[in-house]
């Protein structure tokens, strides 16, 4: 799901992105004569943004040097391949150029000038490989970049010489995978390729280019002969003149090992992946809509900065407190949650310029009459932890004499407030805001206090890189339009059509919020909840049984040093509590080892270690139970210690333990659940999500609890059956 | 006549508890040696060192040319001339009558599934119970485990045989028939050692008697010497109390 979601966002972002760079072109272009020319976002070396987030490239600096030599303005603006295509169809800009291959197909479309590059697909492999032709790669695995015409390339001769193929979103990780070894060989367009290698890549290119094609700049079908004119007068001359060569040599080399003195300065952000946590609901900032996509203020801007910069980003819904913590170990490369900036924070994290200025509000029970800090005197309050709401309520709460109580979630914090349990709670006023036009009903009653600023944040001295380019993104939204929009969409344009506006709340209404509408309307994202906690279950039961027995076999041997062990990791791991030991393993050995952990091997990780300690605990406890004359006889007969054990103790062992072996698989079944502290997207996790969304706790609590309780039915018979059978 | 097991100066404790305090025995081939003793005195402990379900704490027991209180001893390789019946039978609860004979035989000496049966059938005969060859061994009375326990123990040929109270967990009209196995295999030559209170069965056929106090022989001799004319004072008053009862 998380895939698609993100996907799905990013689709938008462009579509966004889009809208927001061409409206002013209109207005632009009527003034005066300055080409507007579109550019892929990043296809180094042809166009990326340099270290100073400058674009650069062959591209880049081709154009700039034609339109030097005859004499007229470009403003080159990286849309992205596709939008740029598009953008050029309907006319919003004159000319594309981004590495485009002359093919028929868009020559019915556009008109091409003289080709400036020669391409082709070209393969590669590591350094010290033997491979050298196609013939080689049999049985082997290669890896591809989506949507690149190497990647069709590849797919189309796969068959015939017999290698499989993986595919990535980025060229990095492609480039990784054959670094490693895990592929034989990769596939890219010989220039990008080359780049890459001139970069430093630990790879070689062993084929010629194959697939030959050019590269052309477009113009409109038809339209802009002026400028094609133009286009190819100045080629021709740059072409003479050797200041092509000299462009292009500046970003390829003219061997390999001539190559890149002059421009290491490669682009420190583009193409790269960076993950980003955030809050799992604090709405209007992030929050998963009725398709149960992410989306929300923060999300929509840090796309729409990615796309800008040319970056790509994974957001992982990790909840506030889990997000602002794999931030601090490292586990995530940024955090963009609607964090106010706090010099407590900076101390620990790097932020942004400021994205959002926000304030704290009071907000009652629309019944209610208290509407001043003074009424509040030996009442609750309710504050959710970690946010700039608590910290002010907690800082007055000695001066107006109420007590607070703490939530994890801003629903909890709502409800708690309308069933009447705290008489109020404080909540950054744009929260407050759209949760009240949302149907929350709260009201506010007094004006922000404790002004602050929301920034995104990377760990302090970490990602400096991500950080100049956010601030560089969010500038040019703010300058484009973008950033407007974005917020008006989730606030209204100003304070009183934000709250007058009923839309979103129509829209609400008509959902089926019956048990099967609910069913209905979630069953994609309750189905992929569902598949996740039962891959958790059954992959953290398989190891936890070998764990456990292993341990638990050590602990009943006669020797004292086993023993020992046994005990030890019993103790430590059975101790614990599951919710600190997945916290200390996804948090805390990352900041010991500086390594990351996929949230779901954490997780099974965790499970295996505390299901495990408990499982060796019954293991060994069943072995102890089998009469110890059991093994005297079988050892005074002769048979060694693992014989005895295997024939005869075990055997006896086994049907003491099955009861608490099924008894087990339940539990780990249930203790899924807790892993949704680390984001991990399963059963429990998800129901949360969607109340987030539709408040309808009751409803989804118990369809969630159904299909718990199916599950350890399930699980139940199917122990009885083989219980039945070995008793048989 | 030659020496099977030869004990000297063995002493076991469990901490500050000295169990056995300096035995000294020779057991020859094809005897039958009976140890008697007050409760508590170290019979079985003594028993026991003999095929080393207990290791002694200094001393040396020497079976068949071979240390056994040496560590580096191949154990299991002596156990499987060792047979041990025990007070309780430790029948394998969750084997059949003849998986339990076999089991060892299969798995030690190599013999296939149908050797071992054979075999087995053979054994359940000597000691009476040929028709519990598919017995589960929760149907059988005292007696009869007892008699399985036994030809458990046959099963791997052993030279010497262990008997731990054999008949004290067993009621009184079962006690016949499982001493009426144990004078066969004596009759046979079999080198035995019985812990027992079975005073009839000691004087018929023990060809000594050992009497074991507090960690110590304290006299030892033929059943007859033993049982008329005792030396010993406790064994003179140890007999009153058995005898008498
Ligand atoms: N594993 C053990 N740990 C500690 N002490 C033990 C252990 N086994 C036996 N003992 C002690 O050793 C002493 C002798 O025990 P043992 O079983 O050899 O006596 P016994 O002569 O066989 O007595 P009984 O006629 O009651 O069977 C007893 O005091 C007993 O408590
Ligand atoms: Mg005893």
Redesign the interface.
Known sequence: MKKWLIRSLGLVACLLGFLGVMLPNHTAQAAEKTYQIGTDVTYPPFEFANDQNKYVGIDIDIMNAVAKEEGFKVNIKPLGFNAAVQALEASQIDGVIAGMTITPARQAKFDFGTPYYKTGVVMAVKKDSNIKGFSQLKGKKVALKTGTAAATYANSIKDKYGFQTVTFDDSNNMYEDVTTGNSVACFEDQPVMQYGVAQGLDLKIVTKPANNGNYGFAVQKGKNKALLAKFNAGFKKIKANGTYDKIVQKYLGTSSTTSSASTKKNPKVADKTFTIGTDVTFPPFEFANDQNQYVGIDIDLLNAIAENQGFKVDVKPLGFNAAVQALDSGQIDGVIAGMSITNERKAKFDFSSPYFQSGVVMAVAKDSKVTKLTQLKGKKVAVKTGTAGADYANSIKAKYGFKTVTFDDSNNMYQDVETGNSVACFEDSPVMRYGIQQGTKLKIVTGPAEKGDYGFAVKKGVNADLLAAFNTGLANLKANGQYDKITAKYLGKDEQSATAKAKPAATQDTENRSFVGLIKQNKGALWDGFKETIWLTIVSIFFATIFGIVVGLLGAAPSKFGKGVSSTLIYIFRGMPLLVLALFIYTGIPSLTGSKIPAFIAGVVTLTLNEGAYTAAFVKGGIEAVDSGQMEAARSLGLPYGKSMRKVILPQGIRIMIPSFINQFIITLKDTSILSIIGLLELTQTGKIIIARNLEGFKVWTIVAFIYLAVITLLTWLSNWVQRRMDA | MTSKIKVQDLKKNYGENHVLKGIDLDVQNNEVVVIIGPSGSGKSTLLRCL?R?EAPSSGSIVVDDVDISDPKADI?????N???V?Q?F??????SVSENIT??PI??KGETKEQAQTQAKKLLETVGLADKFDAKVQSLSGGQQQRV?IA??LA?NPDVMLFDEPTSALDPEMVGDVLGVMKDLAKQGMTMVVVTHEMGFAKEVADRVIFVDDGKILEQGKPDAIFSNPQNPRLQDFLNKVLNV
């Open positions: 095929n379900l299991n390789k002596v156990r499987q060792i047979g041990m025990f309780h430790n029948l394998f609860n969750n084997l089991l060892a798995e030690l326990a458990r123990a791997m």
